[in-house]
């Protein structure tokens, strides 16, 4: 890894951890992104071979070696198993700037645990990384993924229509961005 490039750290909530992406999170990470009903709002389509997780975990390591970007794994519990992932990505130091994404496997929805991860990751771009705003591209039509970051302080701030083609469906994404000053004022009021 590039000597200047930060490393991946370990974020640590009350119910989870975000946490480098291992290979022995290969099968949990298959069926995550394997399965369609996470992946019915992605701008790609389900995985379907094993393969591709493998190949994924590599790809993250060795584009981290030219771009700074956080791809964690989600884990809970005293196994450390793989129940999503969060990432920040297309990060400017320039722009103070920087994205973010988050998958959950189905049977951990509903229990504030998205919430938990998408938190972690926010505190650590606006402390340590010291970034001023953070962005989410969300397709419009999940209705659950934009009410979570609605109530972390993010405001829609734009609509592309027709962006993504997958699988013969278009979809649109709805933009969302959160100032650091806005978290802090949110974080105050939570």
């Known amino acids: 890894m590039n000597d200047e490039m930060p490393p991946i750290p370990e974020l640590v909530g009350s119910r989870l951890k975000l946490r480098v992406l291992a290979q022995t999170d290969r099968d949990a990470l298959f069926a995550l992104y394997s399965d369609p009903m996470v992946m019915r709002h992605w701008s790609h389509l389900p995985w379907h071979d094993p393969a591709q997780a493998l190949a994924h975990i590599e790809r993250m390591r060795l584009e981290r070696e030219h771009a700074e970007f956080y791809p964690w794994a989600a884990s809970i519990g005293q196994d450390d198993q793989l129940i999503g992932t969060c990432s920040l990505f297309a990060i400017s130091h320039q722009h103070a700037r920087g994205e973010l994404g988050f998958a959950l496997l189905p049977q951990f929805w509903g229990h504030g645990l998205a919430r938990e991860m998408a938190t972690l990751a926010i505190e650590y771009a606006f402390g340590e990384l010291g970034l001023d705003r953070i962005e989410v591209d969300i397709d419009p039509l999940n209705f659950a993924s934009c009410r ?18 997958v699988g013969g469906i278009v979809q649109d994404s709805a933009l969302y961005g959160l100032l650091a000053r806005d978290w802090q004022a949110c974080s105050k009021r939570t």
Do not use: A, D
């Open 148 to 165: 979570l970051v609605e109530r972390l302080g993010f405001q829609r701030e734009g609509l592309l229509r027709e962006r993504w083609r």
